[in-house]
T-cell receptor, first 115, second 111 residues
Framework: AQSVTQPDIHITVSEGASLELRCNYSYGATPYLFWYVQSPGQGLQLLLKYFSGDTLVQGIKGFEAEFKRSQSSFNLRKPSVHWSDAAEYFCAVGAGSGNTGKLIFGQGTTLQVKP | ETGVTQSPTHLIKTRGQQVTLRCSSQSGHNTVSWYQQALGQGPQFIFQYYREEENGRGNFPPRFSGLQFPNYSSELNVNALELDDSALYLC??????????FGPGTRLTVL
């Protein structure tokens, strides 16, 4: 069955420290992968996406993610976290034949940033 | 270019009632997807509409229904509301082969 797992429910990092949020997926075909961010009471904003090609993808706000097929992972990274990065982060896989179709989301990781 | 908009922002209903939520898609997008996000959870796919036809459905009962209009805006209807229907309902628009852009959501509370 198609699924996304975000092993870390809650992460706390100090401002200026590096960040890595983990995401593992289960999907039979070549996945379309996404990271979204959600601030409290808000909708989802797309940070970055992987469809094909270069396995290291750059996104907005200084985020990047690396697709590793052998590990079924798509971890999100940022070299230096800012206080404004505190939010909920969701990894998602696009399930559909040749298009993004429905998105299957992980449970999310809450990021807290310490001053 | 306007983004995805949803109305209303908040809604309170009682068990057994019916509700209609609305979504206006982003300009140029012909596909609308609806998701339910319970508190502390990731969004769950309800269904998708492409050119006014249902194009996939998640594991939701038939009392969840939808429509897409010629201008690609959409409605989500939920009949016979249950307490567990309390959630944030998210609408996302896209072209069929591109990423989905989400609206701010409608917070539904069922008492």
């Amino acid at each position: 069955a198609q699924s996304v797992t975000q092993p870390d429910i809650h992460i706390t990092v100090s401002e200026g420290a590096s960040l890595e949020l983990r995401c593992n997926y289960s999907y039979g075909a070549t996945p379309y992968l996404f990271w979204y961010v959600q601030s409290p009471g808000q909708g989802l904003q797309l940070l970055l996406k992987y469809f094909s090609g270069d396995t290291l993808v750059q996104g907005i706000k200084g985020f990047e993610a690396e697709f590793k097929r052998s590990q079924s992972s798509f971890n999100l990274r940022k070299p230096s976290v800012h206080w404004s990065d505190a939010a909920e982060y969701f990894c998602a896989v696009g399930a559909g034949s040749g298009n993004t179709g429905k998105l299957i989301f992980g449970q999310g990781t809450t990021l807290q940033v310490k001053p | 270019e306007t983004g995805v908009t949803q109305s209303p922002t908040h809604l309170i209903k009682t068990r057994g009632q019916q509700v209609t939520l609305r979504c206006s898609s982003q300009s140029g997008h012909n596909t609308v997807s609806w998701y339910q996000q319970a508190l502390g959870q990731g969004p769950q796919f309800i269904f998708q509409y492409y050119r006014e036809e249902e194009n996939g459905r998640g594991n939701f009962p038939p009392r969840f229904s939808g429509l897409q209009f010629p201008n690609y805006s959409s409605e989500l209807n939920v009949n016979a509301l249950e307490l567990d229907d309390s959630a944030l309902y998210l609408c996302a628009s896209s072209t069929i082969r591109n990423e989905q852009f989400f609206g701010p959501g409608t917070r539904l509370t069922v008492l």
